[in-house]
């Protein structure tokens, strides 16, 4: 299997340079999971493809304003980090740009000393450990002195931090947004709910290795990253409760579907626990817990755009986005919504 068989070409004019004003009114393709049949609706229209009983599981991960800019000290320079995960306390690895200036042992001030950070160690990609040196609370110097990492596609500046997290976000740690949630209204979900669909919350804290291309030309022998998750017992039970009552479980999100096919596949059912993962969802896997799937549009030749042809089929994915490019959707992370759905009737 060819990376260059998820590919496709956009024009950079559908890139979603900044969220629409009111989240759920997105357009919304609707796709059979296996027909490939296609409708064009509204997010907001997303309710009339959910039954009473079935599950929606959303990730509720929160981001962090994780891009620092600082300066090695009594140097006229801007060194930009990027915090990538937690390793150990007050330690993260990080990506750092210029990483010439970010040998092991430098030292780097944020925000006039409110916060510094040295190198512990340089890894085999690159990236750095750094271990950082505060007082006070680490989550509020960072809210203070980070901005949001957006993807290197979106050029505009973000007014309001809030439009890069969900309405249910919660839980910190993530370096990027899980964006086919930031669909959803308070309104829109209590709507889900006084119809009798059940929501289950899961946290998987997104890397940004989500977003690269792969980069080998043999699929198979791309190594993805690792990122950490946790499946609380209520929404253990939520999501087992509907599998045995043949009720359909929706995914939000590529997060939301990695974080519960790797749990059914290491405990053959969901079950209440953390850990990391690292699975790597491409077409011919076998998929045991999740029957549809929200989605945005991915970025070409990217683990999504495989993980979504493995939902459906390549072809079935590739007619919708040759579509949705004719039709002017929003692509990316502040784009429009994909519902790959399981049919009824087929």
Not at 63 to 75: C, E, I, Q, S, T
Not at 119 to 145: A, P, Q, T, W
Request: charged share 30%.
């Amino acid at each position: 299997m060819r990376t260059d068989d998820f590919n496709f070409d956009l024009n950079e004019e559908l890139i979603a340079q900044f969220p629409i004003e009111n989240r759920d009114q997105s357009r919304l393709l609707v796709m059979g999971k296996e027909s490939g049949k296609i409708e064009h609706k509204y997010f907001y229209n997303i309710i009339d493809y959910l039954n009473k009983g079935d599950v929606l599981v959303l990730n509720d991960t929160r981001v962090l304003p994780a891009r620092l800019f600082g300066n090695r000290p009594g140097k006229d320079e801007k060194i930009e980090v990027l915090l990538l995960k937690k390793t150990l306390d007050n330690s993260w690895e990080c990506l750092v740009k210029p990483g010439k200036k970010m040998k092991i042992d430098t030292i780097v001030e944020f925000g006039k000393g409110l916060l510094k950070g040295r190198v512990m160690d340089i890894k085999e990609d690159g990236s750095r450990i750094v271990k950082f040196i505060y007082d006070g609370i680490f989550e509020e110097i960072l809210d203070k002195l980070g901005t949001m990492p957006l993807p290197p596609y979106i050029k505009e500046k973000l007014k309001d931090k809030e439009r890069y997290q969900t309405v249910y976000s919660k839980h910190n740690g993530s370096a990027a947004a899980p964006t086919a949630g930031l669909h959803f209204t308070k309104d829109l979900l209590l709507k889900i709910k006084e119809k009798g669909i059940k929501v289950a919350y899961i946290t998987l804290h997104v890397g940004l290795g989500t977003f690269r291309p792969v980069k080998v030309d043999d699929v198979e022998e791309h190594i993805m990253h690792s990122e950490y998750y946790n499946i609380p017992d209520e929404s253990s039970k939520i999501i087992n409760k509907a599998i045995e009552e043949k009720s359909k479980i929706v995914a939000v999100g590529t997060t939301s579907i990695r974080t519960l096919e790797t749990v059914a596949k290491e405990h053959g059912k969901i079950t209440a626990t953390s850990g990391w993962t690292d699975i790597f969802i491409y077409p011919g896997f076998k998929f045991k817990v999740v029957d549809s799937l929200i989605t945005n549009f991915h970025l070409p030749k990217s683990t999504l755009m495989m993980l979504v042809s493995a939902f459906s089929t390549k072809e079935n994915i590739m007619n919708a986005y040759k579509l949705a490019i004719k039709e002017k959707y929003r692509f990316f992370s502040f784009g429009d919504a994909m519902l790959i759905n399981k049919e009824e009737n087929i």
